[in-house]
C-alpha cells in the first residue's frame, strides 16, 4: 500500500531555513508527478512547488526564489529546501503524488489528481 510520510518541519524565526522531507513506501517513485502543499486554518489549501512527470519543477510565486524541491529516486524520498522563511510561510504542509502521468507542475498543482496523501509536518516561523 503507497504511503506517504513527511518529516522535518519545526519552529524557526524569520530568515531561517528547514528542510521537509516525504518518504514513499509501498512505490517505487519515477516520473510520477509530486509536490507539497500547504494549509493554515481557515484557509484554502495551496500548492507550493511540485515536479511533473517529466522532472520539471514549479513554485508558486510566494516562494520563488527561496523554496527548492527536489528528488532522491535512490532514497524513494521528495525534499522541500526551505530558506528566507516568513511568518506567512506558517502552515501545515503536505506531500501528495499521484500515480498518472503529468507533463505539466503546474497544472497538475491546481486540477490534477492527487490520489495520495501524507499526515502532513507543521512549519512555524516567528518575527
Known amino acids: 500500500q503507497l504511503q506517504l510520510v513527511e518529516s522535518g518541519g519545526g519552529s524557526v524565526q524569520s530568515g531561517g531555513s528547514l528542510r521537509l522531507a516525504c518518504a514513499i513506501y509501498?512505490?517505487?517513485?519515477?516520473?510520477?508527478?509530486i509536490g507539497w502543499f500547504r494549509q493554515t486554518p481557515g484557509k484554502e489549501l495551496e500548492g507550493v512547488a511540485a515536479?511533473?512527470?517529466?522532472?520539471?519543477?514549479y513554485y508558486a510565486d510566494a516562494v520563488k526564489g527561496r523554496f527548492t524541491i527536489s528528488q532522491d529516486n535512490a532514497k524513494n524520498t521528495l525534499y522541500l529546501q526551505m530558506n528566507n522563511l516568513k511568518p506567512e510561510d506558517t502552515a501545515m504542509y503536505y506531500c501528495?503524488?499521484?500515480?498518472?502521468?503529468?507533463?505539466?507542475?503546474?497544472?497538475?498543482?491546481?486540477?490534477?489528481?492527487?490520489?495520495?496523501w501524507g499526515q502532513g509536518t507543521q512549519v512555524t516561523v516567528s518575527s
Open positions: 515536479i511533473d512527470s517529466d522532472g520539471s519543477a
Open positions: 501528495a503524488m499521484d500515480q498518472s502521468i503529468y507533463r505539466s507542475a503546474a497544472w497538475w498543482l491546481d486540477y490534477g489528481r492527487k490520489s495520495y
Open positions: 509501498g512505490f517505487a517513485y519515477s516520473g510520477h508527478c
